[in-house]
Nanobody, 126 residues
Framework: QVQLVESGGGLVQAGGSLRLSCAAS????????MGWFRQAPGKEREFVAV????????IYTNSVKGRFTISRENAKNTVSLQMNSLKPEDTAVYYC???????????????????WGQGTQVTVSS
């Protein structure tokens, strides 16, 4: 069992930056891919970014490419999401998640992930 706790959300003006962090309750090492998802009011939870266990691969949804960067520090059991040039449409609750079994075809699906954090609110004002 892995517990995930997100932090770093808040209110920021458009064009600003935030850094989200996710701390795991135990060592995840290279066993888990770590992803970030978000859910805006009235919308389904959507994929944002994922990083492989050894940090060799990252995938981003098109709307955040070039603005968001996902990274991880396995020694500290943490994964981060650096968000720059934020837009009002980035407003959502952001969730950290961990997946043990996945493929390139399923890594964007919420059903692929075994563990989820409680979420952190990000609000971008115009």
């Amino acid at each position: 069992q892995v517990q995930l706790v997100e932090s770093g959300g808040g209110l920021v003006q458009a064009g600003g930056s935030l850094r989200l962090s996710c701390a795991a309750s135990r060592r995840t090492g290279t066993d888990y891919a770590m992803g970030w998802f978000r859910q805006a009011p009235g919308k389904e939870r959507e994929f944002v970014a994922v990083i492989s266990g050894n940090s060799a691969s990252t995938i981003y949804t098109n709307s955040v490419k070039g603005r968001f960067t996902i990274s991880r520090e396995n020694a500290k059991n943490t994964v981060s999401l650096q968000m720059n040039s934020l837009k009002p449409e980035d407003t959502a609750v952001y969730y950290c998640a961990a997946a043990t079994w996945y493929s390139s075809g399923t890594i964007r699906d919420t059903q692929t992930y075994d563990y989820w954090g409680q979420g952190t609110q990000v609000t971008v004002s115009s």
